[in-house]
T-cell receptor, first 112, second 115 residues
Framework: RKEVEQDPGPFNVPEGATVAFNCTYS??????FFWYRQDCRKEPKLLMS???SGNEDGRFTAQLNRASQYISLLIRDSKLSDSATYLC?????????????FGTGTRLLVSP | DTGVSQDPRHKITKRGQNVTFRCDPISEHNRLYWYRQTLGQGPEFLTY????????KSRLLSDRFSAERPKGSFSTLEIQRTEQGDSAMYLC?????????????FGEGSRLTVL
């Protein structure tokens, strides 16, 4: 089983739509969780951290369910510029070492 | 601050040749990571340095791979006797130990093609 699993998509949505991505992780000792964004042929960049209480950044909302080892990302009012691959990232869980484990990514295509 | 820089950006080599990639992290970042990414996959962890010490190395990394960070600043990743399966984007990232925010700053990568 992969440490971090995501639906690779692609998700094709029209502008203005709401879209949700899900991710599961296998290491129950993991303490930190993130979503990164990767544009085509570019490097990954941090989109947002994910907290147990859930957190929101503008049109983006991230949720964490530790009991189910499940992370989600909700994008409201999709823009063309949201088209990218969204990577679910989990801290490796080894004490004293922050190894980030990336999922395969979910590709989002927002069309006019 | 010029960000993380990697060199070369592209490398085409024949099977069996050795290649070396260089990474210059953001100055004052004491953590440095190497990842590998292939098409349709997320970045896979290869190795990690804190200052000059290599603290972890993935089981994915065969004996043909070696990484160094001699003075705790730039790093090199060498692949000996390259194989076609080594073709990938090699990504370097850095972060600051003091700010444990989970934010890795990636370079634009070094794309390796092994013929």
């Amino acid at each position: 089983r992969k440490e971090v699993e995501q639906d690779p998509g692609p998700f094709n949505v029209p502008e203005g739509a709401t879209v949700a991505f899900n991710c599961t992780y296998s290491n129950s000792a993991s303490q930190s969780f993130f979503w990164y964004r990767q544009d085509c042929r570019k490097e990954p960049k941090l989109l947002m951290s994910v907290y147990s209480s859930g957190n929101e950044d503008g049109r983006f909302t991230a949720q964490l369910n530790r009991a189910s080892q499940y992370i989600s990302l909700l994008i409201r009012d999709s823009k063309l510029s949201d088209s990218a691959t969204y990577l679910c990232v989990v801290e490796g869980g080894n004490t004293g070492f922050q190894k980030l484990v990336f999922g395969t990514g979910t590709r989002l295509l927002v069309s006019p | 601050d010029t960000g993380v820089s990697q060199d070369p950006r592209h490398k085409i080599t024949k099977r069996g040749q050795n290649v070396t990639f260089r990474c210059d992290p953001i100055s004052e970042h004491n953590r440095l990571y190497w990842y590998r990414q292939t098409l349709g996959q997320g970045p896979e962890f290869l190795t990690y340095f804190q200052n000059e010490a290599q603290l972890e190395k993935s089981r994915l990394l065969s004996d043909r791979f070696s990484a160094e960070r001699p003075k705790g600043s730039f790093s090199t990743l060498e692949i000996q006797r390259t194989e076609q399966g080594d073709s990938a984007m090699y990504l370097c990232a850095s972060s600051a130990l003091a700010r444990n925010t989970g934010e890795l700053f990636f370079g634009e990568g070094s794309r390796l093609t092994v013929l």
